[in-house]
Structures are given as structure tokens and as C-alpha cells.
């Protein structure tokens, strides 16, 4: 298989000294690119630590993370910089900046990348806008936009850019069943045109149905891996020798 992400033997430790506490053990994963990845599992099971260390938001302590070819142990803040302009975030906490409009937060998502002129770069913010229903709010504030909105806006700027990979941490939390269900299908349909990787920490039953693969963690560590359409991890690992 073509593989976006290869993490192989990762741990992870919180705090120093005596408070110093294993939070993630041996988790070995191979993400395929263009496919949806959705990582499930109870609250404080690791699933934001393992998104961040894949995501280059958080250093490896131990084991190893390939992310598009790089490795992320020992990596340099040049290679880490340059990798995170391939990846789109979208969190929780939106972080829209309260004052830019949805177009303008959403140009942010492009800005930092420093491509195209401002007229295309702003039709590609209109058109993400639209795709995700924001067509007739496209000059609002983020202060007179509800919390489904606001997350929309949040979406369209880590997708404007086109990035090879979306980490997403619930992003659908904040949406009522249809919208979320869209906001996903949008990412599926990505996968297949443009090959984009989607990785998603999730709590919502209602989008695991749309997902090519759930990874389950419990208490740190891997315990799970469905690929919820019958094609089964022995299968995928026996294509990929
Ligand atoms: N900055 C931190 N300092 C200390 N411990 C942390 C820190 N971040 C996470 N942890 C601990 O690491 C473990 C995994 O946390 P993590 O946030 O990855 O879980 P999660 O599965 O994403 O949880 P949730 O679903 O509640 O967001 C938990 O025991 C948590 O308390």
C-alpha cells in the first residue's frame, strides 16, 4: 500500500521525574494514503497524543514516526516546518481569529504558505466557503457566526491549501448530524480525487460508518484496527511485501 504515515514501536511520557508518566506503549500503525482514518477509544485512552506525534505538533520521544517520507525522530525544525505546510489542522478549539472575517480567517490558511495572487487566492477561499454552505457569510465575523459555523470556517482554512494530509481532532462535534455528515464526505471525497489522508479523533458513532479504517486505543495503547468495509489488516499487510 502507499503509505502516508508508518509509525513503528511509539511511546510517549508526560512530566518529569517522579510525575514522569507513560501515556502511550508500543503502537505500531501504517496509515494509507488518500483513506480515511478514524482513531476511537475512551476519554485519556492517547488518542490526541497519538494525532499530535503523528501531526509534527509534539516531539517523539521514542520509536518512530515517518510522516510522508520524513522521519520525525531527530527531525530539524527546517524538515518540521516545511512538513507542516503539507498537513491541514482542524481542532476542537477553532482558534478563528475573532477579528477577520470567515474569508479573510480562512485566507490565513493560505497566506501562511505564501502561493498564488491574492484575486485566485481569494476565489479558492470563496469556493471552500461555499462547498462547506458558507456562501452568504462569507464577510461575517466569527463573533456573529454560530459554533457549527465557526467550525465550517475552521474546516475551510486547513482545506484551502490542499494539504496531503488532515489531522482533525472531533470536528464534527460542533455539528448537527447532517453538516457533520457532510463535513466528512467532503473529506472522503478528497481522499479519492486528490489522494488527501485524512487522520480523525472522534467520539461521533454517526460518522464511523464513512471511515476505511477504525483504530481503537485503550490506556495507551493500539487494541483495535477494523477496516469496516471487509477488507481485513492481514490482507493489506500480505499486498504490502
Ligand atoms: N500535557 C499533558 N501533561 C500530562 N499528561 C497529559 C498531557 N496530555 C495528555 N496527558 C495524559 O495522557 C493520557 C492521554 O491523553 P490524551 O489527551 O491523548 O487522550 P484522549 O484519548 O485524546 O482523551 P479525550 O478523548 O478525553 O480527548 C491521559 O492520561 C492524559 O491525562
Redesign the pocket.
Known amino acids: 500500500m502507499d503509505v502516508a504515515i508508518a509509525v513503528n514501536g511509539l511511546d510517549h511520557y508526560?512530566?518529569t521525574g517522579e510525575a514522569r508518566?507513560q501515556?502511550i506503549f508500543d503502537v505500531n500503525l501504517r496509515v494509507e494514503r488518500g483513506k480515511l482514518t478514524i482513531l476511537m477509544?475512551?476519554?485519556?485512552?492517547?488518542?490526541?497524543?497519538?494525532l499530535t506525534l503523528m501531526g509534527c505538533l509534539r516531539e517523539v520521544q521514542e520509536g518512530s514516526v515517518n510522516l510522508l517520507g520524513t522521519e520525525l525522530n531527530g527531525a530539524t525544525e527546517a524538515q518540521l516546518i516545511g512538513l507542516r505546510r503539507r498537513l491541514g489542522f482542524i481542532f476542537q478549539a477553532h482558534n478563528l481569529h475573532e477579528s477577520l472575517t470567515a474569508t479573510q480567517n480562512v485566507l490565513m490558511g493560505l497566506q501562511v504558505h505564501g502561493r498564488g495572487d491574492d484575486r485566485k487566492q481569494i476565489a479558492a477561499a470563496h469556493h471552500m466557503l461555499a462547498l462547506l454552505g458558507l456562501e452568504d457569510r462569507l464577510n461575517y465575523l466569527p463573533g456573529s457566526l454560530s459554533g457549527g459555523q465557526k467550525q465550517r470556517v475552521a474546516i475551510a482554512r486547513a482545506l484551502v491549501s490542499n494539504p496531503d494530509i488532515v489531522f482533525a481532532d472531533e470536528p464534527t462535534a460542533a455539528l448537527d448530524k447532517d453538516s457533520g455528515r457532510t463535513v466528512v464526505e467532503m473529506l472522503k471525497a478528497l481522499g479519492q480525487e486528490r489522494g488527501t489522508t485524512t487522520v480523525m479523533?472522534t467520539?461521533d458513532n454517526r460518522i464511523l460508518e464513512l471511515a476505511d479504517r477504525i483504530v481503537t486505543?485503550e490506556e495507551?495503547r493500539l487494541v483495535k484496527d477494523e477496516f469496516p468495509r471487509g477488507q481485513s489488516l492481514k490482507l493489506v499487510r500480505a499486498t504490502e511485501t
Open positions: 508526560f512530566g508518566k501515556a477509544g475512551p476519554s485519556g485512552s492517547g488518542k490526541t497524543t497519538v479523533v467520539h486505543l495507551g
